[in-house]
């Protein structure tokens, strides 16, 4: 079992919807958590960071769940520019302190 | 300002073959990470360095991985004796510290295919 799981998707929506996006980490050790994004082709870059209280960025909301070890992202009125790969990211630092990678969720956002 | 650059952009090799990867961070950056992406999997680890402490090879393959990083700044991974399943995108990033919740930036990769 992957350290970080996700749906790989694809998710297919059109402009306006609302979309949810699920991860789950296996180790409870885990200390922080981000979602990045990668549009194709091109590096990930950091889309939020991800807090016990939740957090909310624009359109974009963040939950973290750390009893059922679990993390969301939704994403709220999307646009066209929103597709891309989403990629749920832990860092713990029992291994060393590098952050930890799903596979990510792809989004494609049509008009 | 400048982000992390690497260089080549794009690399053929033919198996069997050594190459070298190059990574220039942010300037400042203390932190530097470098990690590979095949193709439909996620982004794995391979090594951290941080200041003047040891690297992190806790992510490394096998022995034919290796990397330096001189002055505290630029990086260069090198794989020996090139193996089609090497085949990847090499990603380097880096981050002003090394702290867990340290942003960290990525250079645009370096897509490797082995022949």
Known sequence: RKEVEQDPGPFNVPEGATVAFNCTYSNSASQSFFWYRQDCRKEPKLLMSVYSSGNEDGRFTAQLNRASQYISLLIRDSKLSDSATYLCVVYRNQAGTALIFGKGTTLSVSS | GAGV???????????????????????????????????????????????????????????????????????????????????????????????????????????????
């Open chain 2, 5 to 115: 650059s690497q260089s080549p952009s794009n690399k053929v090799t033919e198996k069997g073959k050594d190459v070298e990867l190059r990574c220039d961070p942010i300037s400042g950056h203390t932190a530097l990470y470098w990690y590979r992406q095949s193709l439909g999997q996620g982004l794995e680890f391979l090594i951290y360095f941080q200041g003047n402490s040891a690297p992190d090879k806790s992510g490394l393959p096998s022995d034919r991985f290796s990397a330096e990083r001189t002055g505290g700044s630029v990086s260069t991974l090198t794989i020996q004796r090139t193996q089609q399943e090497d085949s990847a995108v090499y990603l380097c990033a880096s981050s002003l510290t090394s702290g867990g919740a340290e942003t960290q930036y990525f250079g645009p990769g370096t897509r490797l295919l082995v022949l």
